[in-house]
């Protein structure tokens, strides 16, 4: 398997990635595209022509983004809809009520550490939100995505990851004690096994995934951290000689993976700076590097079969 390289850098921005890139006549769909990196992932595809659909919980913020990208990108269709990745109904009623071939989905949408709490369905809320609304919406918008042709799903991961494996007997921290570091790892490992697998089953379909690393970046994402805490990492980051990526850095390598001719028919990877990640024992300076249980077969193919039978009794 060939790396895939590029001529970007950490400090490129989503804006100079699609450069000279038409989308013309694509639609897209960009989850959490009211803050942080999402805006800007939704500003660059609009800038490049596609029509783009902001999923989010806030409908307001989201319209406030909608007409931020109408006054920058002259020409841009930008739409707002309502979808609550930790309700099973919302993104049911989202996914039915799409109409279209659907070219980009862009899994964006995420919560980070948060304290413990959980779904109706008693599910943590972390590994709901960033993993099983995900998986739930890109198989209710499968046919949409064969339908485009070369359609391409960006499963927003983090080095997170490292923090943790899925841990199988114990997705819901029922058993043991709840520790937020570990469902986020937990929850951005799912991410990446979502890519490995969707690329697996539906390569037949002209559908390709990718998991991204966008970088160090402060947004709203860290809003659960204790000050301190955030203070302190902040402190340790700017000692370290690393330097934080802004948001329109940061969206660059969501924008890479679903728009760039280098991953045409490519997928099950985990990028960071507009490029493949190199897989390590651990992850290096907490940035950089993709732990190999997040890209194994195996693994992302139970998941896939343990996150359907999750689905499947949530319905019933």
Not at 4 to 21: D, K, R, W, Y
Not at 124 to 149: K, M, P
Not at 295 to 316: F, G, K
Request: net charge negative.
């Amino acid at each position: 398997m060939n790396a895939i390289t590029s001529p970007f850098t950490a400090a490129t921005t989503a804006l100079e990635v699609i450069e000279g890139i038409d989308l013309s006549n694509r639609t897209a769909i960009v989850t959490g595209g009211a803050s942080g990196i999402g805006v800007e992932t939704a500003r660059a595809l609009a800038h490049a022509g596609s029509d783009v659909t902001i999923a989010v919980r806030d409908v307001g913020a989201g319209q406030r983004v909608a007409e931020d990208i109408g006054r920058t990108s002259k020409g841009a269709v930008v739409q707002v809809r309502a979808l609550d990745l930790a309700d099973l109904a919302s993104v049911d009623r989202f996914a039915d009520d799409w109409s279209g071939p659907l070219h980009i989905l862009v899994n964006n949408a995420g919560i980070m550490m948060t304290p413990e709490l959980r779904t109706t369905l008693g599910w943590e809320l972390q590994f709901a939100t960033n993993h099983l609304g995900h998986a739930a919406l890109a198989i209710g918008l499968h046919n949409a995505l064969a339908a485009a042709g070369g359609a391409r799903i960006v499963s927003v991961s983090s080095s997170g990851h490292g923090m943790s494996d899925i841990v199988y007997d114990d997705l819901f921290f029922q058993r043991r004690p709840y520790d937020a570091g570990h469902a986020y790892g937990q929850s951005k490992t799912a991410n990446v096994l979502l890519a490995v697998e969707a690329t697996r089953r539906w390569a037949e379909d002209g559908i390709t995934a990718n998991a991204v690393m966008p970088g160090g970046i402060w947004t709203n994402l860290q809003r659960y951290w204790d000050p301190e805490v955030l203070a302190a990492t902040k402190a340790q980051v700017a000692s370290a000689g690393l330097t934080a990526k802004t948001p329109e850095q940061g969206a660059a390598t969501s924008v890479f993976a679903a728009t760039s001719p280098l991953l045409r028919s490519i997928g099950g990877r985990y990028l960071e700076d507009c490029g493949d990640a190199e897989i390590v024992p651990e992850i290096i300076d907490g940035v950089y590097g993709v732990r190999p249980y997040a890209l194994d077969a195996a693994n992302a193919e139970r998941l896939w079969d343990v996150s359907l039978e999750l689905l499947r009794d949530a319905r019933r």
